[in-house]
């Protein structure tokens, strides 16, 4: 069974920063690729980031962002501690959601609750 827990949201003013973090169980948390994505109200889910396996040289710690948070946000994984993080600073009012990790692509049976993080003065 895998489960992620996310953790390390909050509310910050327009131009703050936050730290998340996800905690994932699992011995095999080091062979998936992770990804970051949020829900905001009226709008579906969408991706924000995500990072490779890191299992072999050639895949190693590879990123993609969405183009809306590109330059403003750094995800990273501690395979030792089966923890992804996202770094977000610069953070704007359209930032605001409930962030989620999943493997990417995500796998439907294993959302988590999210946490919430609202940009607002």
């Known amino acids: 069974q895998v489960q992620f827990v996310e953790s390390g949201g909050g509310l910050v003013e327009p131009g703050g920063s936050l730290r998340l973090s996800c905690v994932a169980s699992?011995?095999?948390?080091?062979?998936?690729?992770m990804g970051w994505y949020r829900h905001s109200p009226g709008k579906q889910r969408e991706f924000v980031a995500s990072i490779t396996s890191g299992r072999t040289t050639m895949t190693s710690g590879r990123t993609i962002y969405a183009a809306s948070v590109k330059c403003r946000f750094t995800i990273s994984r501690d395979n030792a501690k089966n923890t992804v993080y996202l770094q977000m600073n610069s953070l704007k009012p359209e930032d605001t959601a409930v962030y989620y990790c999943?493997?990417?692509?995500?796998?439907?049976?294993?959302w988590g609750q999210g946490t919430q993080v609202t940009v607002s003065s």
């Open positions: 699992g011995s095999i948390f080091s062979f998936y690729a």
């Open positions: 999943n493997s990417n692509p995500p796998d439907t049976r294993y």
